[in-house]
């Protein structure tokens, strides 16, 4: 724990300070424009990534960055949607998966997840993408994914995901408006990289291609 505690010591003595018009700023209320969904894993810091400040995003973290399809049975990630977005009024929905991810590890062969019920439930979130897989390799149903699937898999538990969310009414309701964007990204730990699709995409495409618009614009300006 010295590390935390040398952090927050830091924190309240430079950081702070530094900073003390923007956190007086957030005091009272948030107007986040992203929901940022993300795994749990500690190597993923989406400030970090996106160069954000504390209120631009709206983050929402699990194994696996799963977003289960909606249902009548509330949830902690159902409700953080149908606030996110018909509250706050986020106007777009990042999906970020990452490379080397464990639940996806995991989700490539689930029988062996003994001793973990609650895990092998969660990720029976992810089952879709890795039939997929399955299907795309012609891989017999009771034979494990082997690990040489693993980038494959978690790109298209991304896709998946992101389809998954097109099921919350809330979401459905803004998308057919025109009024929110659904973004799905793979960051790849070692390189920095990301790779990004949309929500009608069955590929991805490299960070520069996918929003070589916006890029644009933001080295004009």
Request: glycine content about 8%; some cysteine; hydrophobic content about 35%.
């Amino acid at each position: 724990m010295e590390h935390i505690v040398r952090g927050v010591l830091d924190f309240r003595k430079n950081v702070y300070p530094e900073r003390k018009d923007l956190f007086r700023s957030l005091a009272d209320s948030q107007n986040p424009d992203v929901l940022f969904f993300t795994c749990s894993d500690s190597r993923i810091d989406p400030n970090m990534l996106t160069g954000s400040n504390p209120g631009d995003l709206f983050i929402c973290r699990n194994a696996g960055n799963v977003i289960p399809p909606h249902s009548n049975e509330t949830g902690g990630m159902t409700a953080s949607i149908e606030y996110a977005v018909a509250v706050l009024q986020v106007r777009h929905i990042i999906v970020c998966g990452h490379t080397d991810c464990g639940a996806i590890k995991g989700a490539l062969d689930i029988p062996a997840l003994k001793g973990l019920p609650h895990v092998k439930e969660w990720l029976g979130h992810c089952r879709s993408a890795m039939e997929i897989v399955r299907e795309r390799h012609s891989i017999p149903v009771d034979q494990p994914l082997d690990s040489k699937y693993l980038n494959e898999a978690i790109e298209e538990n991304v896709l998946q995901q992101v389809q998954h969310l097109r099921t919350h009414p809330v979401v459905a309701a803004k998308l057919a408006t025109g009024k929110i964007e659904v973004h799905g990204w793979v960051y790849d730990i070692k390189s920095g990289g990301i790779r990004c699709c949309g929500r009608d995409s069955i590929e991805f495409k490299d960070f520069d291609d996918y929003y070589a618009n916006t890029i644009a614009k933001v080295e004009k300006d």
